[in-house]
């Protein structure tokens, strides 16, 4: 008996994580997310990714697009990044993703 009470409560709580992923709309692994974005142009991480919430153009050959809530870390009990910065490097016209930093 106790264990039928707990294997529904595992898959209630991962119904619930799922749900909970899900709902945040489209969230990302570090990883896949590094791999999806590293060398790729703006309008390929836009189409892909879709706009970021802000972006950085103080330095026209360092530009930097943050997102938020878009990926999570595997490594900490899949926590949601609040930032995930984008950098890309490179003149305007033939910028591509340099570098992504997670905070």
Same mark, same amino acid.
């Given at each position: 008996?106790?264990?039928?009470?707990?294997?529904? &409560?595992?898959? &209630? #709580? #991962?119904?619930?994580?799922? &749900?909970?992923?899900?709902?945040? @709309?489209?969230?990302?692994?570090?990883?896949?997310?590094?791999?999806?974005?590293?060398?790729?142009?703006?309008?390929?991480? $836009?189409?892909?990714?879709?706009?970021?919430?802000? *972006?950085?153009?103080?330095?026209?050959?360092?530009?930097?697009?943050?997102?938020?809530?878009?990926?999570?870390?595997? @490594?900490?009990?899949?926590?949601?990044?609040? /930032? $995930?910065? *984008?950098?890309?490097? @490179?003149? &305007?016209?033939?910028?591509? *993703? #340099? /570098?992504?930093?997670?905070?």
């Amino acid at each position: 008996m106790h264990q039928t009470i707990r294997k529904r &409560a595992f898959w &209630a #709580a #991962a119904l619930l994580l799922t &749900a909970s992923l899900t709902a945040c @709309g489209n969230t990302y692994s570090r990883d896949d997310f590094t791999k999806g974005v590293l060398g790729k142009t703006e309008q390929e991480v $836009t189409t892909t990714y879709g706009k970021p919430k802000s *972006v950085d153009e103080s330095n026209p050959d360092h530009v930097v697009w943050t997102y938020t809530r878009e990926t999570f870390d595997l @490594g900490n009990q899949n926590r949601i990044d609040s /930032k $995930t910065l *984008v950098i890309f490097e @490179g003149p &305007a016209g033939s910028r591509h *993703v #340099a /570098k992504v930093d997670y905070s």
